[in-house]
């Protein structure tokens, strides 16, 4: 019985995404690009994705541009109130490794300098289908980490 | 077991409500898709919505939250049996407020201000729409003399040949209580406004899911009193009460919402105004 229950869980998981857009440091291409993804041409709520604007309900960062000193507070504020299981994509050059801005002074880099990075999208700035296709290969990974989260739950019982 | 046909029915409604209710809200988000030109989800949607948001992790920001969401709930559910046991109509309608106040009181129990804002427009909200529905309960007690949800279905006539105008005013009602378009400013369906998700902003996981679970229970129950004012034959009330579901989805797709002072004003005076108009003829009837 149990066993249903985590099946219907898990294929849920991967058939309703919610996502929070986080524009880091980003020319606004990428953002562009990322809003283009809800309009009627593209339509991503065909696949369940909704842009929630709200970290506490979301499943899915999304984040565009590279990090540096100013935001990299707010953008693991955000990370943090994201309940687990939680995916983060990175939309863009800038995000994927710092792009051209990559060792400047003032930059820190890419998103995975801060956070754990699930998928690149890759792209100056990418194109809507593959935006769409990195936020459904990192939706791909949920289960591994939903698996990882009651282990890790686990673990601090035995600890406590 | 001489409540064994109660308690079958009551499982029943228990069970049956929120497929019924989740559909409904699938099959909403799907036209909404189709009026503005796109795909949509499936139809399934709100329940894959549901049972990824039960698999979440548990975040509760005070030890209070989960009480409140769970009186939320439990409330809905106990003016839905109030409504399939034919019990009083009145008791409903308070029992439904206590059930709208428990979110509010959860929403004002953390400290974000846009739960906060959210919850005191939800209130402005209630304000606005309590009067009408007291007024349907009055307007029904006028005509069948009881408050009974019983006496309606015994009654020669059906409600509506003598509440016409409360039975605008009440699906007046209905876009608020749904919380569509225009009158969403309490949470709006889209996040990134300027009250992120009001007064659900600060639930999550399994508490969303409650929540969701609750509004599924709550339009059942609001469809059926839609119903009540046709409850003869029984299928035109159904009818009728899917043909305002209907409307309220149109009306939230062509409408951008309203500032709460432009509600109020709107409210008290056509909503008010239509259902006090139909209680004074009643009485001239008399």
Redesign the interface.
Same mark, same amino acid.
Not at chain 2, 47 to 52: A, E, H
Not at chain 2, 54 to 57: A, I, T, V
Not at chain 2, 190 to 193: A, L, N, R, S, W
């Given at each position: 019985m149990g066993n249903i229950f985590q099946n219907i869980i898990s294929k849920s998981r991967k058939k309703s995404p919610w996502i929070v857009h986080f524009d880091c440091n980003s020319c606004n291409g990428c953002d562009i690009e990322t809003l283009a993804c809800l309009t009627p041409l593209y339509d991503v709520e065909r696949f369940g994705i909704v842009n929630v604007g709200n970290p506490k309900h979301a499943d899915v960062l999304v984040v565009t541009g590279s990090v540096n000193h100013r935001n990299v507070r707010v953008l693991k504020n955000i990370y943090n109130q994201i309940p687990e299981p939680k995916a983060v994509v990175a939309v863009g050059a800038c995000a994927c490794s710092g792009g051209v801005f990559k060792e400047c002074y003032n930059v820190l880099g890419g998103i995975d300098q801060v956070l754990p990075v699930d998928a690149y999208v890759p792209g100056c700035c990418p194109r809507p289908e593959a935006i769409i296709d990195g936020i459904v290969m990192a939706v791909g990974k949920m289960d591994e980490k939903a698996a990882k989260m009651k282990e890790s739950r686990s673990l601090e019982a035995v600890n406590d | 077991m001489k409540y064994l046909p109660e308690i079958i029915t009551a499982l029943i409604t228990i069970i049956a409500a929120p497929l019924i209710g989740g559909l409904l809200t699938g099959i909403d988000?799907k036209l909404t898709?189709r009026m @503005?030109?796109?795909? #949509? /989800? /499936?139809v399934l @949607?709100p $329940?894959?919505? $549901? =049972?990824?948001l +039960? #698999?979440? *992790?548990k975040?509760t920001l005070n030890q209070t939250q989960m009480v409140y969401v769970l009186c939320y709930l439990l409330f809905a559910i106990m003016a839905l049996m109030m409504l399939v046991f034919k019990q009083d109509l009145l008791m409903l309608v308070f029992v439904l407020t206590f059930s709208n106040l428990s979110l509010v009181i959860g929403a004002m129990s953390v400290r974000s201000p846009f739960s906060k804002i959210g919850a005191q427009r939800e209130i402005i909200q209630m304000v606005a729409y309590e009067p009408v529905i007291l007024m349907m309960t009055v307007g029904i007690y006028l005509t069948t003399k009881s408050f009974m949800i019983e006496s309606i279905f015994q009654y020669a006539q059906p409600m509506i040949a003598n509440l016409p105008l409360v039975f605008l005013a009440f699906v007046f009602v209905l876009t608020i209580k749904l919380k569509k378009s225009p009158f969403d400013f309490s949470t709006s369906h889209?996040?990134? @406004?300027e009250l992120?998700?009001g007064i659900?902003? *600060? =639930?999550?996981?399994p508490q +969303?899911a409650l929540i969701e679970l609750t509004d599924w229970y709550d339009l059942v129950l609001l469809l059926g009193m839609i119903s009540l004012f046709f409850a003869k034959p029984f299928w035109v009330g159904i009818l009728i009460a899917l043909a305002s579901y209907f409307l309220e989805i149109v009306i939230d797709n062509i409408s951008a919402r309203v500032t709460w002072r432009w509600m109020l004003k709107i409210v008290w005076l056509f909503g008010i105004g239509a259902a006090l108009t139909n209680i004074i003829w009643l009485y001239a009837k008399l």
């Open positions: - | 988000r898709a @503005q030109n796109r795909i #949509g /989800p /499936p @949607q $329940f894959y919505d $549901f =049972f990824k +039960l #698999g979440k *992790e975040i889209h996040g990134h @406004q992120v998700k659900t902003t *600060e =639930f999550s996981g +969303l």
